[in-house]
């Protein structure tokens, strides 16, 4: 019985920048019309995934490593502000009863 | 005895304070001897250096008592000078003020206001002394410009009646024009011969100058301006006459002994200056002539007894200018001196009458008072006579003097000496008409006499002064260039004397005998025009009014909303509309931060892919 060859067709650099950029836009948009916190915070959180995910192809495109070490910091740096983030949305909770923006909005202006 | 000059102008100055520092509290008799006190006392002290001036045969003194300012090359000290001149002008100045400070404290008896009374006269005679005892020019014009201020505080010295605010405000802004004038010939004078003592500004000057050249015409053109303000002679003369309105010793100490005087004072004291410029020189005298007239006419038509007086103060200040014109520097200071002694006795014993009164100043209310009022009717006669030169009487000689330089003087003295002929007949119409108004015809009022040591005292003193005052020989020679003896023919003397007269016996005529219906005459057709012109300063009032006066008012008419401004304005609230919009985009909302910025860079984005 003769294998099938499977072809690994390489995936061509403009579509994964395209998925890049509509992630980045819907994280955005996210970002910017929720009102829940942590909504906003995973919105966040894809914005950042966006951005890593155009420095993976970005450095496979190009075979270079520069790329992959990127989104290793990246991936840190979105770990550490979670972290960080939701202990803040935590306290924020139980101190307002409320994660609305709206609501929690105190700067006027 | 000479260094104790300094107390002289210092002691008044300390009554004022110690009047000023007790905000008026002082009872009044503690007030009154203060406010008097210290003027005899400066008397005093003023006889003292005075007399050992004379006794030392020195021809000048000077006392430096600190350094005002030094800026530079510029030394101001505050010096004091003492010379023939500044000697008269410093006993008339303490003397009659200080008889005029004691007939004060009669008049203004029972005014609440009677320590602020005294202390703006204290302060006046201090101002006043350092006027006349300066060595520089810069201190002159200090005196100059207190004598001014006091002059308004006491014009409007009972100021609940807008009128008399009104009257100060007046009196304060005509002097001002003068005195701009005055500050600017002082710069002109100080760039031109760098000094300011005026002396050695004299001796520059002479040794600078040509004679007629352009910078001496300067100089005592605005100088003149200056004293043409204070003395109120044409065309500045307006403010004496609403200087009435303060009471009747600040008329008698102000407007007539003292301050109007300045200016005489001043163009004396610069007279160097004056024969170096010689078109300005007698221009002096034409303005003294025309205003000695004008003021005559005036005098003549004026119903408040004041004004009358006022009026012949100007008068009077302008025979002074004429004096001045035609060169005979003393006979004008010796005038000074006569008439500050019969003017104060004149304007006191029109106090008394306006006491006797209740404070009426209507001429034509008055009438037949010789009988109520023996001492007043007395005093006024001699007043009156010392006014208008009768022979024998104080001003008859500082007059005659006058009248014969100018006669003798050969630069078109001759028109002046007609003029000044012509006002003496004027002098004696308008003095009689006053005296025969007040003194003769039908009783009308009853008046009581207020009798005092304090008020009739220095009356009686002002009379004998006014009588002998033209005997006194007034020790200037050493500062005035030699004027060579004028003797008149006996025809011009009996003219100059009995010309006049017949002026007395029109008023008589006229006021007493009752031949000339005046009201019939000043009523209607060319008489009423001519009555008119003359009530009003041959319409100086009004000339003002409709040149100077309605253009301002005009022009801030237009001005009202500030269209200068407007433009200000306009920025700022161009800024502001500026500031709301940005202020707009302040939402407080994180959000729209983010879509700001998202499409900021989204603007850069296209703007980097397209360019």
């Known amino acids: 019985m003769e294998m099938p060859t499977v072809t690994m067709q390489v995936i061509p650099m403009e579509h994964g920048l395209l998925l890049a950029a509509i992630l980045f836009i819907m994280g955005m948009v996210g970002v910017l019309t929720r009102r829940n916190l942590v909504f906003i915070l995973m919105s966040l959180e894809i914005m950042l995934n966006a951005t890593g995910l155009a420095f993976i192809v970005a450095s496979s495109h190009w075979g270079q490593v520069d790329g992959q070490i990127m989104f290793l910091m990246i991936l840190s740096l979105a770990a550490a502000e979670v972290a960080v983030a939701l202990g803040l949305v935590l306290q924020l909770f139980q101190k307002r009863k409320t994660l609305d923006i709206n609501v929690l909005g105190e700067m006027k202006g | ?611």
Request: net charge negative; charged share 10%; with cysteine.
């Open chain 2, 1 to 611: 005895m000479l260094d104790l000059l300094w107390l002289v102008p210092v002691i008044p100055f300390i009554g004022f304070l110690i009047l000023t520092l007790t905000f008026g509290k002082l009872p009044q008799l503690a007030a009154g001897i203060v406010g008097a006190g210290s003027i005899g006392l400066s008397f005093v002290f003023a006889f003292l250096a005075g007399s050992s001036f004379l006794g030392a045969e020195i021809s000048s003194y000077s006392q430096t008592l600190w350094t005002w300012m030094s800026v530079g090359d510029l030394e101001v000290g505050f010096t004091l000078y003492l010379d023939g001149v500044s000697l008269v002008m410093m006993y008339v100045i303490t003397g009659i003020g200080f008889l005029i400070h004691v007939y004060a404290t009669g008049y203004m008896s029972g005014d609440p206001s009677f320590a602020r009374f005294f202390s703006y006269m204290n302060l006046f005679v201090s101002a006043m002394l350092i006027l006349v005892l300066a060595d520089n020019l810069a201190l002159l014009f200090m005196g100059w410009e207190g004598v001014g201020l006091c002059s308004y505080l006491l014009i409007g010295f009972w100021y609940k009646d807008p009128n008399n605010g009104y009257c100060a405000r007046k009196a304060f802004v005509m002097t001002r024009v003068g005195d701009a004038f005055m500050a600017i010939g002082l710069f002109t004078l100080f760039v031109s011969t760098g000094t300011l003592n005026i002396q050695e500004a004299m001796l520059e000057a002479e040794a600078q100058w040509v004679v007629g050249s352009g910078v001496a015409t300067a100089v005592t053109l605005l100088l003149l301006g200056g004293a043409v303000g204070k003395s109120a002679q044409l065309p500045l003369q307006t403010w004496l006459p609403d200087a009435m309105a303060g009471p009747t010793p600040i008329s008698a100490l102000i407007h007539a002994a003292t301050m109007v005087t300045a200016g005489v004072y001043l163009i004396a004291r610069t007279h160097v200056l004056y024969l170096l410029a010689p078109e300005v020189q007698y221009l002096v005298g034409v303005i003294g002539a025309i205003t000695l007239l004008m003021a005559g006419f005036t005098a003549l038509t004026q119903s408040d007894i004041k004004k009358v007086l006022a009026f012949s103060t100007v008068s009077q200040i302008g025979y002074m200018f004429l004096a001045l014109g035609v060169g005979a520097w003393s006979s004008a200071i010796f005038h000074l001196m006569t008439h500050a002694f019969f003017k104060a006795l004149l304007f006191l014993t029109a106090g008394s009458i306006i006491l006797a009164m209740h404070h009426e100043q209507d001429i034509f209310k008055m009438g037949g008072l010789r009988k109520d009022l023996r001492w007043s009717h007395a005093l006024f006669l001699i007043g009156t006579l010392g006014l208008v030169a009768f022979p024998g009487f104080s001003g008859f000689f500082s007059k005659e003097e006058i009248l014969a330089s100018a006669m003798e003087n050969h630069d078109g003295g001759y028109i002046l000496y007609l003029a000044g002929l012509l006002g003496a007949v004027m002098t004696y119409l308008y003095s009689f008409r006053l005296y025969f108004l007040v003194f003769y015809g039908k009783k009308t009022h009853d008046g009581h006499e207020v009798m005092g040591l304090h008020l009739q005292g220095p009356l009686v003193l002002l009379a004998i002064g006014a009588v002998f005052a033209g005997f006194i020989h007034i020790p200037v020679e050493g500062v005035f260039p030699e004027m060579e003896e004028h003797h008149p023919s006996v025809m011009a003397q009996a003219a100059m004397i009995l010309l006049p007269m017949l002026g007395g016996l029109l008023a008589w005529w006229v006021f007493v005998k009752g031949k000339v219906d005046t009201e019939k005459l000043a009523g209607q057709g060319f008489g009423a025009k001519l009555h008119r012109f003359w009530f009003t300063q041959w319409g100086m009032d009004w000339l003002y009014d409709k040149i100077i006066v309605t253009p301002y008012t005009w022009l801030a008419e237009v001005n009202k909303n500030d269209f200068i401004d407007s433009i200000y304005n306009g920025s700022a609230r161009a800024v502001r509309f500026c500031h709301e919009v940005m202020s707009e985009t302040q939402t407080g909302q994180l959000r729209w931060y983010a879509i700001s910025i998202a499409y900021g860079l989204l603007l850069l984005v296209v703007l980097g892919v397209l360019l």
